[in-house]
């Protein structure tokens, strides 16, 4: 009986002295390699779409490569100000077709086009469903995710029942929301790129016992259809199509 009690109690400080790394981003439309490391190397992934959504930016479009340089595929949408990133609408319905038929006619001879062909026609195909545009960037992240073999828990910030927790951890805003996702889920690390340096409350992390660390993303060398470098980032289309040896060792 002794024992048990003891074997209940380690097991219950082994758990609760796991540590439970959390991110927490905005979706975005097929996005970088960078992205999906970062989703990868954490515990439990939270699409963060309940916040604004934000123009000129890569929530509905991102960049691929063509014979002329660089090309950015777009999804129309409907912009109000002050829209949350979940209520953007879908302006066209054949928006989905063009961006196929433009990732095919530049891409067809690229090394690896013809084994992931059929996985981007019929995903294409698949988003033509949705009217929202969180709905087609989930939808095209969830399956290039399973596409890579990435094991992470991935969840709609949307889905979780937060708003219950009335503590004020902090009174920047942004930081009381997240700790209150990450209070949640029970995160004992949270995640973030170094951009959030600018608006997060680093003393709030502290004091509820959460450890802030800012993620170093991976600096991939990118190639255009001619084998030429390239200084930016790529949607993962690239990745997967063009330089599938270049970047697979980053998911092992």
Known sequence: MVF???LYVWQKNKLYNQIMKVAILQSSYIPWI???KLIQDVDIFVFYDSV???????RNRNKIISNNGIQWLTIPVFKKLDT????VRIAQNNWHIKHFKTIKSNYCKSINFNKNEDFLSKTYDEVAQ???LTDINIYFLRNIIIRLGIKTKCIKDTDIDYSKDNTIYSENYPTNKIIKILKYLNASEYVSGAKA???????????????LTWYKYP?????DLKGNKLNQNL????????????FKDLFN
């Open 197 to 211: 340096k600018n608006y997060l409350d680093v003393t709030a992390f502290i004091s509820e016992d959460i450890k």
């Open 4 to 6: 048990m009690i003891f």
């Open 130 to 132: 949705f009217d929202y």
């Open 84 to 87: 949350a990133i979940k209520d």
């Open 219 to 223: 600096k991939p060398i990118y190639r």
């Open 52 to 58: 604004q959504y934000s123009k000129n930016d890569f």
């Open 235 to 246: 949607s993962i289309w690239h990745n997967l199509l063009c330089s599938e040896d270049d």
């Open 34 to 36: 960078g992205y999906f």
